[in-house]
């Protein structure tokens, strides 16, 4: 019989279970406790279960652990990422970030995306799988234990779509803010998407308290449609009423994300474009340089993100540029998995 993955199931979940299995309902929540607070996956190690239910638990669950399989530290700020190796031989990419205000950490939420965001390096292996809570979950537990850093702020912007992965990405959000367990605030959360737009209505209706990050990177549509294959589902007028829902039902400001990229979506009608889309809206723009990935051509010339925010400036849009951290590391999303499967030549899987 194949053991249920306990880090996964909720506290109901897991009572039902227990009861199920002749035990008492109050164990649950002294289990989940092990593992969500203290981080004991070893249920030998907890001591407040009797040696007869710990031999059950052995049988019947497991932890699906995360191994390191490859660590960078950058040398310019200190900016860590890790490549982990799952269960079953994929790999993900986590980086841990410092800022004055604490320690952020960019999860994946899928093995692979099935986007195509043509500048994007996490296109280019392709699609293997969706991330169980638990596995999105242990990047922040094991990087945790790994650096020994309490981590204050999340982002879902590593590899994969997380509205593509909806359910266990809301399922792993519930864990990790359970008032039980590791009780991290929602509002540290900042959940990043291409624009899946019928999930962006779905999770304004959960009023989970998160930041939600749109990657726009083009105010026209048929050169979004050109970087971003999901516009031609979704395009840009669809998407920005999904986000004004959005913001009326949760209260919550939305961030624009917009990889500045020459030749592509800089220029002065470029800037008159999204100056009229987001007009009166309550959001923020984030430029972003592009990170460059081998297999293309986008770019990002030196004074490009400075000159844009100007343009944008001019027009009475505010935007923040990001600071790049970790550029010595791999730190654009994916190349380091897909550098690791170049290397095993097994598609990671
Ligand atoms: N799938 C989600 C989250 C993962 S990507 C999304 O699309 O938002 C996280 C962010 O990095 C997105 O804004 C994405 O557009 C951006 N991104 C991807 N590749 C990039 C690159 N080469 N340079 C700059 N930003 C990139």
């Known amino acids: 019989m ?4 306990i880090l996964s199931l909720d506290l109901h979940e897991l009572e039902a279970e227990l009861v199920r299995a002749g035990e008492k309902k109050f164990r649950a929540k002294q289990i989940f406790q092990w593992l969500h607070v203290k981080k004991v996956f070893d249920f030998d190690k907890m001591t407040d ?27 310019i700020d200190n900016t860590v990422k890790y490549l982990y190796r799952l ?21 994946s939420t899928q093995v692979g995306c099935k986007m195509g965001c043509r500048f994007c390096a996490s296109a280019i292996a392709g699609f293997v799988r969706n991330l169980e ?31 593509d992965n909806y359910d266990n990405v809301v399922k792993f959000l519930r864990l990790l803010s359970h008032k039980d367990g590791n009780n991290f605030s929602l509002r540290h959360v900042s ?23 749109i990657s726009l990177h083009s ?21 920005l009423e999904a986000c004004r829902t959005y913001i009326a039902e949760t209260g919550r400001r939305i961030t624009f994300e917009y990889a500045v990229m020459d030749g592509v979506n800089s220029s002065e009608k470029d800037a008159d474009r999204l100056a009229a889309l987001l007009r009166g809206m309550n959001c923020h723009v984030n430029l972003i340089p592009v990170n460059k990935v081998k297999e293309r051509q986008y770019t990002t010339a030196g004074t ?15 935007a923040t540029v990001r600071r790049t951290l970790g550029s010595d590391i791999e730190a654009a999303c994916g190349q380091l998995r897909r550098d690791a499967i170049n290397r095993v030549g097994n598609g990671g899987a």
């Open 2 to 5: 194949e053991k249920t993955d």
């Open 49 to 75: 279960i009797s040696v007869q239910l710990r031999g059950r638990l052995k049988e019947n669950f497991c932890v699906n652990g995360l191994f390191v399989q490859k660590r960078l530290e950058s040398c």
């Open 87 to 107: 269960c079953d031989g994929n790999f993900v990419e986590t980086v841990l970030m410092e800022y004055s205000y604490g320690y952020s950490l960019c999860i």
């Open 133 to 163: 809570p638990s596995e999105m979950l242990m990047q922040i537990y094991e990087t945790e234990k790994n650096s020994g850093v309490k981590i204050s702020g999340l982002v879902l912007m590593g590899i994969g779509e997380p509205l």
């Open 191 to 213: 959940l990043s998407t291409c624009g899946i737009v019928p999930k962006i209505y779905e999770l304004a209706e959960l009023k989970l308290g998160l930041t939600l990050c």
């Open 219 to 239: 105010a026209e549509n048929s050169a979004r449609s050109e970087i971003m294959p999901i516009n031609r589902a979704y395009n840009i007028q669809e998407l």
């Open 304 to 318: 490009a993100v400075a000159d844009f925010a100007k343009r944008l400036e001019k027009r009475g849009i505010n």
